[in-house]
C-alpha cells in the first residue's frame, strides 16, 4: 500500500517503528498531489516546506521525543493564516495575501512536528455548500459513479476531497453551519466540528465569529481523536477559547457507550426526506442499540427555525467581520479613475473582490442590522437561537447523552446543478448541521453506507458541551458497526 | 418584507460593495427572497427569552490594559497595496 493512504494512527505507528521515514511518507503524498491536478482541491502547494519539515520530524523522532503528530502530513484550509505562504480564503479580495503571524491551530500543529502540504481550497470566505464560490474554480469530489462530476460540499470542500483521495492523511477544517459535517458526509470521511470555544480562532479569517470553530478531517474516528488534541489548546490570543485543560481524546476510545441514551430528534425527521437517507439513520439507531445503548425518542420542538435564524445571525457577523476588506492594509484594491475618492476605491474593491454570494450576505447581514430593522430582525434571530440552544439543554438535561440524525439531506450532487437555484436552495444543505452551531455544541459527520447510486452517505452524532471524548467514543462504535470501508475508484 | 430596487441600492451603498444599476433588479428579488425565509422567525414566541450573547455562560477573559505587542510597523505594512513612508496610502480623504 502507497504511504499517502495511511491513516494517522497507522503512520504514527510506523514512524516510531522505524518502517518508514516522514521524509518517504511526505514525498508519497507529494507525488499524489501532483497527479490530482484534476480534483483542483490544493489551492497552494508547499512542497518546499513540507520536506523541511519532514526531515525535522524525522529527527525528532529519531531522538524519541515524537509527539502523536510528528511527522504526519497535512493539508490546510485556505481560511488558516500560515506564516509566509498564501492565506486567501478562497476569495479574490484577498489576492496576494501572505500573513505574517501563523494561526494557533496551525502554529499548535507545527510545535507537534506536524508537515504542511499546501493551501486547501474551500467555497469563498467559507460561505457555501458547494466549494462552487471558491475563487480558483470548484473542487471535484473523487467520488464518481457516472459521468457527472460531483461537488465536495463546502465550505471545507478541498479538505474533504484531499483527505478521501489521499493527498494527505488529515487536514484542517472549520464549521461555521455544517462545513466540516457536510463535505465529511458527501465524501465519506470523518469530520468533527468541537465545541464552540475547544479550538482557537486565532489566525482564522473570521465569517461569523460567534459560529466558527475548527476541526478535524480524517480518515477515521481514532484519527479526528487524535489531531483534535493537536488542534486544541487555551489561547490568551482568543478571548471566547476556553481554559479547560484538553483532554486525552484518544484514550476515551473505549469502544464501550453500553448504558447511554441516544436521542433521536423527530424534528429532524424532513417531509420528502429521501427512503435511503431514512434507511441509514434507522440503521444507525440500530447498530448503537445492538451495542449496548439505549435508543429515546425525543423532540427538539425550534428546530424549524435554526435555518431562518442562522441565515440572519451568520450574514449580520459577517458583514461586520468583511468590513476590514476594504482595499487598504491587505489583498486587492480597485484601480481608481481620475477624481475618484476614497468611497470609490471602497465600492469599487468590494465589488471587484467579492464574489456574488458573499456579495449578497454582506448586504443581508447589512440590511438585518440596519437602523429599524435591528430589533425585528437580528434581536429576534438571537432570541429563537436561545430557545434553539435550550431544547438542547433540556434533553441533555434529561439525561440523553448523545443525539442522532443524518448529516445531509442527500448524497452529494453534480457540480452547476444549483446553478440556477434560488440561493435558499442551497441553504438547505445545512438543515440538519446548523442547530449544532446554534447551540455550540460539537458534533460529528460519520460515513455509514452507500447510496443506490454507490456515492457515501454519513450520519451525525451531537454530543454534550464538552463531552467531544464520549462523542468520539460513541463515534467509534458507529464507525466499527458501519464497517465503511468504500473508497473512490481512481479516475483522476 | 419585500426589497425594492431603492432599498438594494441603499443597501449595496452601506455595506460599500458598487452594484451596476442594471443590477440591482435581480439584487432585490434574491434579497427579498432571503427575507421572506427569514419571516418564519415570526412565528415564534420570543416573549421573555433574552437574545443569546455566548456559547457558554462564562465571564468573558479579562487582562491587564498594557501593551504587549507591536513595535513592527514593516509586518503590519507588508501586506498593504499601497504604503509610503511608514503609512497606509489611500486617495486624498480631505479637502
Known amino acids: 500500500m502507497s504511504l499517502n493512504k495511511l491513516t494517522i494512527a497507522a503512520a504514527r505507528d510506523g514512524l516510531k517503528a522505524g518502517e518508514f521515514t516522514s521524509v518517504e511518507l511526505t514525498e508519497s503524498c507529494l507525488s499524489a498531489i501532483e497527479g490530482a491536478d484534476a480534483l483542483n482541491a490544493y489551492c497552494a502547494k508547499t512542497p518546499e516546506i513540507a520536506l523541511e519539515q519532514a526531515k525535522a520530524a524525522d529527527a525528532r523522532i529519531a531522538g524519541g521525543d515524537a509527539p502523536a503528530m510528528c511527522g504526519i502530513p497535512l493539508g490546510i484550509k485556505d481560511l488558516f493564516c500560515t506564516k509566509g505562504v498564501a492565506s486567501q480564503a478562497a476569495s479574490r479580495i484577498l489576492e496576494g495575501f501572505k500573513p505574517e503571524y501563523e494561526s494557533t491551530v496551525t502554529q499548535n500543529l507545527w510545535d507537534a512536528g506536524a508537515v504542511m502540504l499546501g493551501k486547501l481550497s474551500m467555497d469563498e470566505f467559507a460561505m457555501g455548500s458547494s466549494n462552487e464560490t471558491a475563487c480558483y ?22 479538505s474533504a476531497a484531499a483527505v478521501a483521495a489521499d493527498l494527505c492523511l488529515g487536514a484542517t477544517g472549520t464549521d461555521t453551519g455544517g462545513s466540516i459535517r457536510q463535505p465529511a458526509a458527501f465524501t465519506g470521511i470523518v469530520g468533527i466540528k468541537p465545541t464552540y470555544g475547544r479550538v482557537s480562532r486565532w489566525g482564522v479569517v473570521a465569517f461569523a465569529s460567534s459560529l466558527d470553530q475548527a476541526g478535524p478531517m480524517t480518515k ?35 469502544g464501550d457507550i453500553r448504558g447511554k441514551k441516544i436521542g433521536i430528534p423527530k424534528e429532524y425527521r424532513m417531509d420528502g426526506m429521501p427512503a435511503e437517507i431514512e434507511k441509514l439513520w434507522n440503521d444507525g439507531a440500530a447498530m448503537l442499540r445492538d451495542a449496548g445503548a439505549e435508543i429515546v425518542d425525543i423532540s427538539l420542538p425550534h428546530t424549524k427555525y435554526a435555518l431562518p435564524a442562522y441565515y440572519v445571525i451568520a450574514p449580520a457577523e459577517a458583514s461586520s467581520n468583511l468590513a476590514r476588506y476594504d482595499g487598504v492594509r491587505y489583498g486587492h484594491r480597485a484601480h481608481l479613475g481620475a477624481g475618484e475618492g476614497i468611497v470609490d476605491m471602497y465600492e469599487k474593491t468590494r465589488a471587484e473582490g467579492f464574489g456574488p454570494e458573499v456579495q449578497r450576505r454582506v448586504m443581508i447581514g447589512t440590511y438585518v442590522l440596519s437602523a429599524g430593522f435591528y430589533d425585528a430582525y437580528y434581536n429576534r434571530a438571537r432570541r429563537v437561537r436561545a430557545l434553539i440552544k435550550r431544547d438542547f439543554d433540556l434533553a441533555f438535561e434529561a439525561g440523553i447523552d448523545a443525539i442522532l440524525t443524518p448529516a445531509t439531506p442527500s448524497s452529494a450532487f453534480g457540480l452547476g446543478e444549483m446553478k440556477d437555484a434560488d440561493p435558499v436552495e442551497m441553504y438547505l444543505n445545512d438543515v440538519f448541521t446548523v442547530t449544532v452551531n446554534l447551540a455550540g455544541l460539537p458534533g460529528i459527520s460519520v460515513p455509514v453506507g452507500l447510496d443506490a447510486k454507490g456515492l457515501p452517505m454519513g450520519l451525525q452524532l451531537i454530543g454534550r458541551p464538552w463531552g467531544e471524548g464520549d462523542l468520539l467514543n460513541q463515534a467509534l462504535v458507529l464507525e466499527k458497526a458501519a464497517g465503511f470501508t468504500a473508497k473512490p475508484e481512481k479516475w483522476w | 418584507m419585500s426589497i425594492d430596487i431603492d432599498t438594494a441600492r441603499k443597501v449595496a451603498h452601506l455595506a460599500r460593495i458598487r452594484v451596476a444599476e442594471d443590477d440591482l433588479p435581480k439584487l432585490a428579488e434574491q434579497l427579498s427572497g432571503i427575507l421572506t425565509f427569514m419571516e418564519q422567525l415570526n412565528e415564534v414566541d420570543v416573549e421573555g427569552i433574552e437574545p443569546m450573547t455566548s456559547v457558554t455562560p462564562m465571564r468573558l477573559k479579562r487582562r491587564v490594559d498594557e501593551v504587549t505587542d507591536g513595535s513592527y510597523p514593516e509586518k503590519i505594512l507588508a501586506n498593504a497595496p499601497d504604503a509610503r513612508e511608514g503609512f497606509f496610502a489611500v486617495p486624498k480623504v480631505v479637502e
Open chain 1, 137 to 158: 474554480g470548484p473542487v471535484v469530489n473523487p467520488w464518481k459513479v457516472d459521468d457527472r462530476q460531483l461537488t465536495p460540499g463546502g465550505s471545507s470542500g478541498g
Open chain 1, 220 to 254: 477515521s474516528v481514532r484519527d479526528a481523536a487524535i489531531m483534535l488534541g493537536t488542534m486544541a489548546s487555551n489561547d490568551a490570543k482568543d478571548s471566547t477559547c476556553v481554559d479547560f485543560p484538553v483532554p486525552d481524546f484518544e484514550a476515551a476510545l473505549t
